[in-house]
């Protein structure tokens, strides 16, 4: 099992960026995979953006394909997601997810633990 802890969110304009961090604690980080969903009230959780294990290969959301990135530090146990050029529908919690896996995800039931969440807020 993998503890989350997520930080880095807020409130911000649209048009601003945001960087989130989730240190990891708990089973060997450089072997799972890592992703970013989010979940905006009313709403299904969404995929964001996932890494491999080793930070060779991402997958995004169309949604966030050219001003989100997502990175990770495996001597650090953390990833980050960089948030650029944010917009009023980006608004949601935020949530960080490590896989059983090396390999990349876009798939909820592919992440086994969770982080608590951090809300973003972006205003108009």
């Known amino acids: 099992q993998v503890q989350l802890v997520e930080s880095g969110g807020g409130l911000v304009q649209a048009g601003g960026s945001l960087r989130l961090s989730c240190v990891a604690s708990?089973?060997?980080?450089?072997?799972?995979?890592m992703g970013w969903f989010r979940q905006a009230p009313g709403k299904e959780r969404e995929f964001v953006l996932a890494?491999?294990?080793?930070?060779?290969?991402?997958y995004y959301a169309d949604s966030v394909r050219g001003r989100f990135t997502i990175s990770r530090d495996n001597a650090k146990n953390t990833v980050y997601l960089q948030m650029n050029s944010l917009r009023p529908e980006d608004t949601a919690v935020y949530y960080c997810?490590?896989?059983?896996?090396?390999?990349?995800?876009?798939?909820?039931?592919?992440?086994?633990?969770w982080g608590q969440g951090t809300q973003v807020t972006v205003s108009s």
């Open positions: 708990g089973r060997t980080f450089s072997d799972s995979a």
């Open positions: 997810a490590a896989s059983m896996r090396r390999a990349c995800s876009i798939i909820v039931k592919d992440y086994n633990d």
């Open positions: 890494i491999n294990w080793s930070g060779s290969t991402t």
